[in-house]
């Protein structure tokens, strides 16, 4: 297996562009979702998704968009970058059912820095 | 209410010491206490989880201490290694909500 893979590595953008970053697992996980990581503010949760179709906002949801159509891939849109965007983007995944229900696994994470 | 209070921010300790990392929580609805192992340019990997049905988890040399009136929880990292060294963070998450609240990390050092 694979586990949650993301794609861009690194990305720089200018101010007013749009991207997506993209993740995928391999494990057939209901749950999955979008983090990003500052210095001194820990993981804050952007978007999740409990299954395919079915996504809500975290807590820092303004200035990006999900879409779940599969189980497999959960990409994450931002509409127009700036600068505040510039952070280190984590998805994660995890099982609803059984004895690992809510054990997240994190893929390697993009770096994405806003000019 | 929903913050997750960490400390210390940074933590040095010498090769066969313990490291405590100790986080504080006020949402006494919170049920689900996961610590992550976070090395540099990679992402989380679970460590060792908590429900408050049980006041300790042993797993290896980790063990989670958890004191529900306190509303605290900590990571002791027994016979410390090198190894060790990363950042961890402590997290917390109420069953169904699908929201997890992360501390603000701990930096980790471990001297040889």
């Known amino acids: 297996n694979a586990g949650v893979t993301q794609t861009p590595k690194f990305q720089v953008l200018k101010t007013g562009q749009s991207m997506t970053l993209q993740c995928a697992q391999d494990m057939n996980h209901e749950y999955m979702s979008w983090y990003r990581q500052d210095p001194g503010m820990g993981l804050r949760l952007i978007h999740y998704?409990?299954?395919?179709?079915?996504?809500d906002q975290g807590e820092v949801p303004n200035g990006y968009n999900v879409s779940r159509s599969t189980t497999e891939d959960f990409p994450l849109r931002l509409l127009s970058a700036a600068p505040s965007q510039t952070s280190v983007y984590f998805c994660?995944?995890?099982?609803?059912?059984?004895?690992?229900?809510?054990?997240?696994?994190f893929g390697p994470g993009t770096r994405l820095t806003v000019t | 209410q929903q913050q997750v209070k960490q400390s210390p921010q940074s933590l040095i300790v010498q090769k066969g010491g313990i490291s405590i990392i100790n986080c504080a929580y006020e949402?006494?609805?919170?049920?689900?206490f996961p610590w992550y192992q976070q090395f540099p340019g990679k992402g989380p990997a679970l460590l060792i989880a908590i429900r408050p049905d049980v006041s300790e988890k042993k797993e290896g040399r980790f063990t989670i201490s958890f004191n529900k009136s306190a509303k605290q929880f900590s990571l002791h990292i027994m016979d410390s290694q090198p190894g060790d060294s990363a950042t961890y963070f402590c997290?917390?998450?109420?069953?169904?909500?699908?929201?997890?609240?992360f501390g603000t990390g701990t930096r980790l050092k471990v001297l040889a």
């Open positions: 949402n006494t609805a919170f049920d689900y």
């Open positions: 997290a917390a998450s109420i069953s169904g909500t699908y929201k997890y609240i």
């Open positions: 998704s409990v299954g395919a179709g079915i996504t």
């Open positions: 994660a995944s995890s099982p609803l059912q059984g004895r690992s229900s809510y054990e997240q696994y």
